[in-house]
T-cell receptor, first 113, second 112 residues
Framework: EADIYQTPRYLVIGTGKKITLECSQT?????MYWYQQDPGMELHLIHY???????EKGDLSSESTVSRIRTEHFPLTLESARPSHTSQYLC????????????FGPGTRLLVL | AQSVTQLGSHVSVSEGALVLLRCNYS??????LFWYVQYPNQGLQLLLK??????LVKGINGFEAEFKKSETSFHLTKPSAHMSDAAEYFC??????????FGKGTRLSVIA
C-alpha cells in the first residue's frame, strides 16, 4: 500500500478562485510528479521535482505552479481557476534508485464552474 | 526519448477468456517498462514491471507480460478474465533518470 495522499479528493470551485491541491507522501521519496488526466484519457505530465527546491515543467504546458519546500510535500497551485482547468490531477512519487516503482495518489477531481 | 503505443483504446472480452493488451515501446536506451491499472475515480496501481531481469514478468491479479526486445513489445496477458478486471490499463516506459512516459491507455470491458 502506497503512502501518498491527495486532498481534496473532489473540488468544485468558481472561475477566478485560487486553489491549492495538496500532495503528501511518507516514504521519503525524492522524486515527485503531477499529472493531469481528463476522464478516460491519457496522463500528461505537468510538473515534477527531483528533490527539495527542485521543480521542472513537464510535457504539457500548464498554468499551474508547484513548490517543493519539504521532501514529503508537493502542492500544486492555480492562481486563477478557469473552466479549462477542469480535470483530474494525479500526484506520484518514487525513490531515486533505478527501476523503482512510481506510486500514485488517489487523485483530485477538479470542476471549475 | 521514449514513447509508448497501446494498440486498441478499448478491448472487450468474455468472462473466462484470454486477456491480451498490446503495448509497443520506443527507447534509445534499455528501458524499464511498466503496466498500471486504474479503476474509476482512483489513482494508478502497479500491475508489474520489467527491469532487465527475467523477460517474462508476473504481476498481481494473475497478470503477466513478456518483454520482447526484437519486437519492442511488452504485451499484457491474463489467461482467464474476471469481471473485476474491467478497468483502464496503461503501459509506461522509462529510461534511467527520466520521467515515466505513458501510453494512451486501453479500456478493458469484461462481458458476463
Amino acid at each position: 500500500e502506497a503512502d501518498i495522499y491527495q486532498t481534496p479528493r473532489y473540488l468544485v470551485i468558481g472561475t477566478g478562485k485560487k486553489i491549492t491541491l495538496e500532495c503528501s507522501q511518507t516514504m521519503g521519496h525524492d522524486k515527485m510528479y503531477w499529472y493531469q488526466q481528463d476522464p478516460g484519457m491519457e496522463l500528461h505530465l505537468i510538473h515534477y521535482s527531483y528533490g527539495v527546491n527542485s521543480t521542472e515543467k513537464g510535457d504539457l504546458s500548464s498554468e499551474s505552479t508547484v513548490s517543493r519546500i519539504r521532501t514529503e510535500h508537493f502542492p500544486l497551485t492555480l492562481e486563477s481557476a478557469r473552466p479549462s482547468h477542469t480535470s483530474q490531477y494525479l500526484c506520484a512519487c518514487r525513490a531515486d534508485r533505478g527501476p523503482e516503482t512510481q506510486y500514485f495518489g488517489p487523485g483530485t477531481r477538479l470542476l471549475v464552474l | 526519448a521514449q514513447s509508448v503505443t497501446q494498440l486498441g483504446s478499448h478491448v472487450s472480452v468474455s468472462e473466462g477468456a484470454l486477456v491480451l493488451l498490446r503495448c509497443n515501446y520506443s527507447s534509445s536506451v534499455p528501458p524499464y517498462l511498466f503496466w498500471y491499472v486504474q479503476y474509476p475515480n482512483q489513482g494508478l496501481q502497479l500491475l508489474l514491471k520489467y527491469t532487465s531481469a527475467a523477460t517474462l514478468v508476473k504481476g498481481i491479479n494473475g497478470f503477466e507480460a513478456e518483454f520482447k526486445k526484437s519486437e519492442t513489445s511488452f504485451h499484457l496477458t491474463k489467461p482467464s478474465a474476471h469481471m473485476s478486471d474491467a478497468a483502464e490499463y496503461f503501459c509506461a516506459v522509462r529510461a534511467l533518470n527520466t520521467p515515466l512516459v505513458f501510453g494512451k491507455g486501453t479500456r478493458l470491458s469484461v462481458i458476463a
